[in-house]
């Protein structure tokens, strides 16, 4: 009995002499001495060319807020270290996923790659350099926030003589952007403002007429709702309250009708507190196919084309200064999403209607300015005429549902929202095209 004590004596002296020896730098050298890593520049070849990739930040979302954002890619997620054994199986069930981790200082991605491993994750890559290096390189970033005083994603920016826009987020609401992922534009006039966009909610608009009180003394007077989504309409009280009229089409204000308490809804659990004084409101003045402003000798045209990407899509033209507004009828730096609602062949025609007015300045729906169509073109027209000429070859082929989640879209995945939108798209122009021809 004695030396059955002994030894467990023994043996627990010896766990804690092991147990001591198990420091930070310990495992840091053990889970290094298993992982592989990849430096900077075979990242960014690897974002490039490495079909369905995921990136992991495994910071806290509040380094991420404070640090600048995160390293961009078609499919980034934030997973803290201490949350990889319990989310990445949900988020990523296929274990042969290309995966690169990567936190701030080359500590927590360490450990974070060796526990993908032990968890039967085949394909695993450390960036050991991190986000700081990547900043520093200036690479591209998703940033959660660059206005950080403003309700504003970002502060307006002027695109030609007197139109501006104050450009969002092209990722999904979120918090910190506080619903800002489109963009909110404005046109001076020697007659008052017309603005595209009443913003997702009270405050945000109210951050917009802020800065647009900063560059002119005119009062806002016309607000356009772009269609009937909740970052296009949420906003619209406030505008009311300042005297403007809120413009829409006749088929956005229906979608209003039906669907703005559930938008509203969504959007403040979203946006939690910023959702504050936020409420549903009705439009002004609708209209069917054009609407004319006379603004100190100007005319501002509204206009509508044709179905797109939501019911009652609309576009602001003004001719004098060859601008044009698309709102989401455009789209370049991010997928577009289709909706059970987005009519993609009336888009294609109608994508011909918006080309024909011949602008030089261009603001679309989401991303930055362009003066010209071709970018516009090539992520907007040519991706839906892509999409449908393949589901209607799968269609012809007798093939599924399951044959449209994987039509080669490979050649957008450096778009952002492409992770989350991509599949998602072939499976609603499919199964519109199983009965278009009924």
Known sequence: MRAIWLGLVLAAAGSTAQAEELTGDTLLAAANAEITNIDKEGLQEWIASEPDHVVIDVRTRTEIEHTGGQIRSSETLNIPRGWIEFEVPGEIPDKDTPIVVYCGQNLRSV???????????T????????????????????????????????RPQEVTDGVWSAIGATQPSTYENSGHNNNLSFIITEDG???MNAGDNYLLAKSLHEEIRKLTDQPVKYVVLENAQGHAMLGMTY????????????????????????????????????????????PDVTFATRLDLDMGGETIQIRYLGPGHAP???????PARKALITGDLAFHQRMLPIFDYTDTAGWIETWHELEALDADYI??????????????????????????????????????????????????????????LHRQNAGRVFRTMEFEDF
């Open 239 to 282: 505008w009311q309250e300042q005297g403007a009229t809120v413009i829409a089409h006749k088929d956005a204000w229906r979608e209003i009708e039906a669907n703005g308490q559930a938008s509203l809804e969504g959007a403040a659990n979203r946006t939690r507190d910023k959702a504050f004084m936020t409420e549903l409101g009705t």
């Open 312 to 318: 009652g899509d609309i576009a602001i033209w003004a």
């Open 111 to 121: 450990a974070a790659a060796q526990t993908l491993q032990q968890m039967g994750y």
């Open 123 to 154: 394909n695993v890559q450390n960036y050991p350099g991190g986000f700081f290096e990547w900043q520093d390189a200036g690479l591209p970033l998703y940033v959660l926030d660059k206005a950080r005083d403003s309700f504003l994603y970002d």
């Open 193 to 195: 403002v017309v603005v």
């Open 363 to 420: 603001i679309p729906g989401h991303g930055e300015p362009v003066n010209d169509f071709d970018v516009l073109r090539r992520y907007t027209h040519d991706y839906l005429v892509h999409l449908r000429e393949e589901v209607q070859r799968i269609l012809d082929e007798g093939g599924t549902l399951n044959d449209a989640y994987n039509i080669d879209q490979s050649a957008y995945r450096h778009l952002d929202t492409y992770g989350e």
